[in-house]
């Protein structure tokens, strides 16, 4: 290899980690505990934050994703809000990604499909009494619930930044390396 094809291949490898910033999202192991921690930081409104704490569980750092979009001319008044949605939208595709094999990229309906079918499951399983569980389903759609609402709140922000994407759901999965799925 050439320094010049190296030189390329380095570059490529930064350029798609700076595209690519939640990739390791979908790569770290769902586990018992990591849904216990992740729950233990969900606000009250169903959202995850986007925070230093929060992207260690992941291995990720939120802090570039927000430097992008204020580069891209997110507005201050509105960016927690917005940051918030991303983290909460990622953690329910890693939900989908591990737990339903979900094929990606998925819509706005997927998404709000993912708890009433978890809630379909738990009514046919013995689980339905655990109160553990029951609060995990809750806490899922109390999250779909923020990130449809916050969606369809700065449904024009996309555009407005021009992001590639057309949608949050469909940059999101970007971030995560979802969408090249198949």
């Known amino acids: 290899m050439t320094s010049n094809e190296a030189e390329k291949t380095i570059n490529s490898s930064i350029n798609n980690t700076n595209d690519t910033p939640l990739k390791s999202i979908v790569e770290t192991p769902l586990t018992e505990s990591l849904i216990n921690d992740l ?7 169903g959202s995850f934050p986007a925070t230093e704490k929060f992207g260690k569980l992941f291995n990720v750092n ?11 001319g997110l507005e201050s008044s509105i ?8 983290s909460t939208a990622s953690i329910l595709f890693y939900f989908l990604y591990h737990s339903q094999k979900t094929k990606f990229p998925v819509d706005i309906t997927t998404i709000n499909q993912f708890v009433t079918n978890a809630r379909s499951e738990l009514e046919g399983l013995s689980l339905k009494d655990d109160p553990i569980i029951q609060t995990y389903v809750d806490k899922g759609e109390l999250a779909v619930k923020f990130v449809i609402d916050t969606r369809e709140k700065y449904a024009n922000i ?3 930044l021009k992001l590639p994407q057309n949608n949050w759901e469909l940059y999101i999965q970007h971030l995560m390396d979802l969408d090249k799925q198949k």
Do not use: A
Request: proline fraction near 0%; include cysteine.
């Open 39 to 45: 729950f233990h930081q969900q606000n009250n409104d």
């Open 158 to 160: 996309c555009h407005d």
């Open 62 to 72: 939120f802090e570039l994703i927000k430097n992008q979009l204020k580069d891209k």
């Open 79 to 86: 960016s927690d809000e917005i940051h918030r949605l991303i």
